[in-house]
């Protein structure tokens, strides 16, 4: 029995490997999606082999020097490749034990990312269930928040945001109807239909905080009432400085996990 798992494993790895080191040739003989760096070509190796589930959530990479012998590259390369995924939240470290595909989705709080972005980096099939997606008079808790005139009209998605057939996420969000005139140019993704109308945000102010969950938010993520989760409120904002989302989210607590680097300085 331990020999048929050993060579299991190995099967496992060398299928990973095979997968890895094809991607990372198709990305070195493309003109189209060639890198000159090659840690940068092996980081989105990683990454479309992780999306198309080459490498599922929980498994282990192949070793720094088992990945620098069979792509030909030095271990400071593999390992820089790596770094990378790591601060993105697509992989994680343990101490002695080796690199990982995260199981728990990490989202680095250091990137302005949409959901759908998020998922997709993952691997995983983000989808959303709307229960309102209309235009409407912006109430005075929005107006104060967005900047806006009392009586400018808003447009309103309420959803819940689903990995799969997995609920992870509830979220209100409030666009201004002079960016974005129709509720229904989002299909999925608020980020792409903005970006669509070049309109996407490039920075934002969120606050956190640990909350338990009530029973209609609970019902909706599929968890018991009271069960740990997360509130986070999001101001987004264009170069210009204009607001041009206000969105209020309940993640739940058991899959996600949001992560700060901080500096001294």
């Known amino acids: 029995m ?9 099967g496992i790895v060398f299928g990973m490997e095979t997968a890895l080191a094809a991607e990372y040739r198709r990305l070195c003989e ?24 080459d490498i599922e959530p929980g498994q282990a990479l192949p070793s720094e020097r088992d990945l ?16 990378g995924l790591v601060e993105e939240g697509l992989l ?6 080796g690199t990982f595909v995260a199981e728990r989705i990490v989202k680095p709080m250091s990137r302005l990312t949409s959901f759908t972005e998020d998922l997709r980096a993952r691997g995983l ?26 009586g400018a009209a808003v447009v309103r998605l309420h959803r819940v ?62 968890v018991a009432t009271g069960s740990a989760g997360l509130s986070i409120e ?11 989302e206000f969105t209020s989210s309940w993640y739940r607590g058991d899959i996600y996990d949001f992560v700060a680097e901080l500096h001294t300085d």
């Not at 620098?68 to 770094?83: D, H, M, P, Y």
């Not at 209309?134 to 109430?139: A, D, H, M, N």
């Open 30 to 53: 493309s003109p189209q999606t060639r890198q000159p760096l090659a840690y940068l070509r092996l980081r989105r190796a990683i990454r479309t082999v992780v999306e198309h589930r």
């Open 161 to 222: 945001r689903y990995a799969g057939d997995e609920p992870l996420a509830i979220e209100r969000s409030v666009v201004p109807a002079s960016v974005l005139p129709d509720p229904m140019l989002v299909r999925d993704s608020l980020y792409e239909a903005l970006e669509r109308r070049n309109c996407r945000p490039r920075r934002a102010l969120q606050r956190l905080r640990a909350v338990s969950l009530g029973a209609q938010h609970a019902r909706l993520l599929h």
């Open 92 to 97: 994680t470290q343990r101490h002695g034990a």
């Open 125 to 150: 099939n983000p989808r959303s269930e709307f229960f309102e997606r209309g235009i409407g008079e912006v109430t005075p808790e929005e107006a104060m928040a967005m900047n806006l005139s009392p």
């Open 2 to 10: 331990a020999a048929c798992r050993k060579w299991f494993v190995i």
């Open 68 to 83: 620098s012998q069979a792509l030909g590259l030095s271990r400071v390369t593999v390992r820089k490749a790596i770094a």
């Open 234 to 244: 999001r101001r987004s904002f264009l170069d210009d400085g204009r607001v041009v």
